[in-house]
Nanobody, 129 residues
Framework: QVQLVESGGGLVQAGGSLRLSCAAG????????MGWFRQAPGKARDFVAA????????YYADSVKGRLTISGDNAKNTVALQMNSLKPDDTAVYYC??????????????????????WGQGTQVTVSS
C-alpha cells in the first residue's frame, strides 16, 4: 500500500503563488508516474498535470499551461506543483496521484483518473479575487 500526503494548500490572492507537495510513504515502488488533479465545488475531478517516472516528460491541462509546473524527486519519493499567476478559477481541492509503471513506460505520462492506483486525501487551494 502506498500513502500519498499532500501539503502546501491555502488561501492566496489572484496573481499569487503556491507550491504544493506530495510525499509517498508506506510501501513505495521503485517506479511510479505521478499526477495532479483538482476538483472544484460541484464539479468533476479534472486532470491538471502529470510527470513520467523518468521525470523527462511532463504534460499539462490547457488551462494551466505556462502557470503551473510539475516536478519530481524520485530519491525522496516526492512530487511538487508550483502554481504561479493563480486565478479564482484555480480554486479547488488538489489531489496527488501515483501509478506504478515498468521500465518500458518510464517516459509515459497519464491523464486519466482510471490510470492511477493511489490517491492522496487532497489539499484545498482557494484563490480570492
Amino acid at each position: 500500500q502506498v500513502q500519498l500526503v499532500e501539503s502546501g494548500g491555502g488561501l492566496v490572492q489572484a496573481g499569487g503563488s503556491l507550491r504544493l507537495s506530495c510525499a509517498a510513504g508506506g510501501r513505495t515502488f521503485s517506479s511510479t508516474a505521478m499526477g495532479w488533479f483538482r476538483q472544484a465545488p460541484g464539479k468533476a475531478r479534472d486532470f491538471v498535470a502529470a510527470i513520467s517516472w523518468s521525470g523527462g516528460t511532463t504534460y499539462y491541462a490547457d488551462s494551466v499551461k505556462g502557470r503551473l509546473t510539475i516536478s519530481g524527486d524520485n530519491a525522496k519519493n516526492t512530487v511538487a506543483l508550483q502554481m504561479n499567476s493563480l486565478k479564482p478559477d484555480d480554486t479547488a481541492v488538489y489531489y496527488c496521484a501515483a501509478k506504478k509503471v515498468t521500465a518500458y513506460s518510464a517516459s509515459s505520462y497519464y491523464t486519466e483518473e482510471k490510470d492511477y492506483n493511489y490517491w492522496g486525501q487532497g489539499t484545498q487551494v482557494t484563490v480570492s479575487s
